[in-house]
């Protein structure tokens, strides 16, 4: 077995190094390339430009380890491949960015190489950065090169082998990494372009809401199909689906409020997408907010039939089930979110009809239950309410059988949930 397994490295790592060899022969694209309309108000200073850029991209909350001096770096971004730590992207001279000119800047956002000519990891998301103009990486560098500069050096990678060997990302880039930036399509308004713009580049929206091949790749067809994030155990809904998301079926308004406050009427962001807001939607103006809202809408698609529930429940057992998913519910839930499951519009969010708790995937619902947690506090919810955890209350059984009763009530059909499935669930970092 030692033996196959030897075998199966050397001819993946024989192969990288082919797609490395063909990949380094290839030509750079010489395509007509049109600047997308620039993200922030042209009547900003170029520092005040700059700085909308980098929270629009949101490059504080990977490059600052949490309670740490922002920007410079430390953050461990734990990957199925092993742990990458984020750079000190401040303008030190010897920890940082301080002997970086803007175009070192400007290549590694639109090749993915760094100043020394090294490929970049794609955890730093170069393959939607790609898609940013050079005006405004020139406008990101000048804002970074005036923050203060922090000495603190980058903690090595701890990738496994043959991970840790970055030239075999040639060969991942041959095949996924296509260099480029965004292109308006002529059909679509200016508006919607700006929202494209902001979503598969600099917002990089697909790096937690699409669907991944074993190599760590965005699925071709699937740019924002959803999927678990594996090493934080939460899951990342759809963009374009009205079962896992509000996006689609939702108003515009409502949508971009989402995106700059964290709550609407009917739903809040919890867990990674807290963070989101909080450090980088939130300070975008409306119109950009907007833009992203109406892009995202406009990609709605059909949604596939609905999985069938790999639980099997006797009559008797599913009668059980309800009856003490229903007490836990009155003893814990419907204070805030009412008997009814209906909530209290930008306080206590809804359960009825919500795809947060009805998504095919029940990991979040769990963990919230579990963790509890709070919306971020943002200009437009400064003082959000939370949901208190319930991990040291109730036991997996419990935990199953409310989160169950809630996916079933009031005419929600989701699939059940197990104990197992709670199980799984204690125990993982909250990021």
Known sequence: MAARKSIGIL?????????????????????????????????????????????????????TVPGGTPFAGGRAIPTPFGTLYSSNISPDPETGLGKWSAEDFWRALHEGKSRDGSLLYPAFPYTNYTKVTREDSDAMYAYLRSIPPVVQATRPNEMRFPYDKRSLLAGWRALYFKEGIHQDDPKQSAQWNRGAYL???????????????????????????????????????????????????????????LLRTGVSARHAVFGPMSEVVRDSLQHLTEEDATAMAVYLKSQRADDPKEEESRLSFTPEEKEALDRQGARLYADHCETCHQPTGQGVPRVYPPFVGNQAILMRNPVNAIRITLNGGFPPSTAGNPRPYGMPPFAHRLSDAEVAAVVTYIRGAWGNAASPVSSVEVAGARGVPLE
């Open 11 to 63: 001819v993946l790592v024989a192969a990288a190094f082919v797609l490395a060899t063909l990949y380094l022969m290839q030509a750079p694209p010489n395509g007509p390339q049109q600047n997308a309309p620039p993200l922030a108000p042209a009547a900003l200073q170029p520092l005040e430009r700059g700085k909308y850029l980098v929270l629009a991209g949101n490059c504080v909350s990977c490059h």
């Open 199 to 257: 979503v598969e580049g600099l917002g990089h929206c697909n790096a937690c809401h699409a669907s991944r091949n074993a190599w760590g790749a965005v699925k071709g067809d699937e740019p924002a199909a959803g999927g678990l994030i594996p090493m934080l155990n939460w899951y990342a809904p759809s963009l374009a689906s009205g079962r896992e998301t509000s996006v689609g079926a939702g108003e515009v308004a409502e949508i971009a409020g």
